[in-house]
């Protein structure tokens, strides 16, 4: 029996003669065909993580040993270097060089997170400039030996966002019910829908525009529900992958809430969330000291990132609280709640189940419903 294409009277037909240039091109035009659908799916995130991964590591190269040109591939020694140097930390002069170039944060040693990142980008590197080189040459045995004595120590771990489900979430609301009114009730939409839709990421959130949402009716709540159609994502495959999210409920009150206030104070146009700066000034009248409020006309992560970190101290809630904190805290309510797993990713973007499982917290064992299967 075989596989290839036989006619009816069970003769095969004859194959294209094709010269060993043309066979040359159709391979060509094949392995382009291949690395233009690749490259049209990659997310604009990613790339720039990518590239931001190179000049980091290249940076290092110059400031530790003097290497001027980016040439590939890299002697394993130096990766190997490399590696060790994100473990322990590097030199302090090369540490505060890179970090003043804005392409490393904090001082000091690298997240294994990280570490492994960068290594996947260096490694992807070789495959891009290197022709048929193995595709692990970055991952020598050194390296390994490294990676895996770093996951056993622990101390190059990552504190994980602590999942804000929904009980701490009203808490954090409550919070701002003391709180200057166009304050309040911006910071309330915005944790609100930022839980809801899927636990969005930060840079989503502020990224949403007015004319993201469309009002819906329903019966049981006329007026009280939106669709948000969020575009580009981290994980979106493509630029005009488009999701559309339900904003219901508290959520969907809130929302409307911000939107009546912003139409209040002439506040049109994109983002839908603004920055409020609180300012403490006396009045003309009464002389007397007050908060006034002063809308932005646009808003940033790390203006959010503050606002949660406050909240939660104002709050009481304990534990590393950052606007991720949200994304993890729907995941583990939706599975504790026991909605459909395939559901909530959906919901929340993600593809791999082990990546999600990650994101869910586990309950106190003493506690937990797992204790009482019998």
Known sequence: MTNLPVAKDGKLPPPPRLSKAERDKRLQETLDAIHDFLDAHKTDNSERAYYAGLRYFWAWCWYTWGVTEEEYPVPEPLIEAYVIGMLKGFRKDTDEAIRELGIKKTPGPSKLSTIEQRLWVLNRAHQEHVKDIDDRYVYTATVRKLLKAARKDGKHRKEKSKALVRDQLL??????????????????????????????????????????????????????????????????????????????????????????????????????????????GRDRKTRQMETREYVQKGVSTSWFWQQIRKLADKAGIEGKITPHSLRSGFATQAVRDGVNVKQVMAMTDHKSVKVFMGYVEAEDLLTSDAGKLL
């Open 171 to 280: 808490e954090l609301i409550d919070a701002l019910d003391d709180m200057p009114p166009v304050y309040g009730a911006m910071m309330r939409a915005m944790l609100a829908v930022g839980f809801v839709a899927g636990g969005r990421r930060v840079s989503e959130l502020v990224a949403i525009t007015p004319d993201d949402l469309t009002r819906r009716d329903t019966k049981e709540s006329p007026g009280w529900m939106f669709e948000l159609a969020l575009g580009a994502r981290k994980t979106a495959d493509a630029a005009d992958d488009v999701k559309i999210l339900p904003i219901r409920g508290f959520a969907a009150v809130w929302l409307m809430e911000w939107l009546r206030l912003r139409e209040e104070l002439g506040v049109s146009g994109p983002p839908l969330f603004r920055a409020v700066r609180l300012r403490q």
